[in-house]
């Protein structure tokens, strides 16, 4: 069975930072891998979507890296801002006959502050 | 209105009571799913349906009763909850559950049970 861990369940940092999260899941065999971000009381918005034949996706200041063979994936922010605080949520997409499953991870609650 | 929408967006109900939660997706999608997402836990599947034909029971409880008259509409019935079933609920869709089409989701509707 899949699982899904990130660290570190809540981060804060001071307007400006550049940032990593953290991801990982236990069965390799991914289709792909999304990073989704969710502001309080909301639903989920798609930040980036990693193929299981791609290292990396880039969208603006945002950098998501993925070694499927070792089960990891990092988000990167760089120059962070207090609008990017929010939820950080990773789930990785089943590659067998359910591979719709998406399988997602607790989140990482971010703060920046100004 | 565009996207996937939710209604309501908050409800707060007694164990004896029955509710319904609606979902409606405008993006022309085949694919509908409910998600429950709990404080601390991560976001669990509960139901899929495709083309109408529900394709996914997650070990749901009975008193949860989802029902799929069309592809633009999505109901989950509630009766007889408990207090541990409080959570936000999200409701996503996509073109097709079989594949791994990105899933679209909605704002979700927090639900309290007394």
């Known amino acids: 069975k899949q699982e899904v861990t990130q660290i570190p369940a809540a981060l804060s940092v001071p307007e400006g930072e550049n940032l990593v999260l953290n991801c990982s899941f236990t069965?390799?065999?991914?289709?792909?891998l999304q990073w989704f971000r969710q502001d309080p009381g909301k639903g989920l918005t798609s930040l980036l979507l990693?193929?299981?034949?791609?290292r990396e996706q880039t969208s603006g200041r945002l950098n998501a890296s993925l070694d499927k063979s070792s089960g990891r994936s990092t988000l990167y922010i760089a120059a962070s801002q207090p609008g990017d605080s929010a939820t950080y949520l990773c789930?990785?997409?089943?590659?067998?006959?359910?591979?719709?499953?998406?399988?997602f991870g607790k989140g990482t609650l971010l703060t920046v502050n100004p | 209105e565009t996207g996937v929408t939710q209604t309501p967006r908050h409800l707060v109900m007694g164990m004896t009571n029955k509710k319904s939660l609606k979902c409606e997706q405008h993006?022309?999608?085949?694919?509908m799913y409910w998600y429950k997402q709990s404080a601390k836990k991560p976001l669990e599947l509960m139901f899929v349906?495709?083309?109408?034909?529900?394709?996914e029971n997650n070990s749901v409880p009975s008193r949860f009763s989802p029902e799929c008259p069309n592809s633009s509409h999505l109901f989950l019935h509630l009766h007889t909850l408990q207090p541990e079933d409080s959570a936000l609920y999200l409701c996503?869709?996509?073109?097709?559950?079989?594949?791994?089409?990105?899933?679209?989701f909605g704002p979700g509707t927090r639900l309290t049970v007394t």
């Open positions: 996503a869709s996509s073109f097709h559950s079989g594949l791994a089409y990105e899933q679209y």
């Open positions: 069965d390799s065999a991914i289709y792909n």
């Open positions: 990693i193929q299981s034949s791609q």
């Open positions: 789930a990785v997409r089943g590659s067998g006959g359910s591979n719709y499953k998406l399988t």
């Open positions: 993006l022309g999608h085949n694919a």
């Open positions: 349906y495709n083309f109408k034909e529900q394709t």
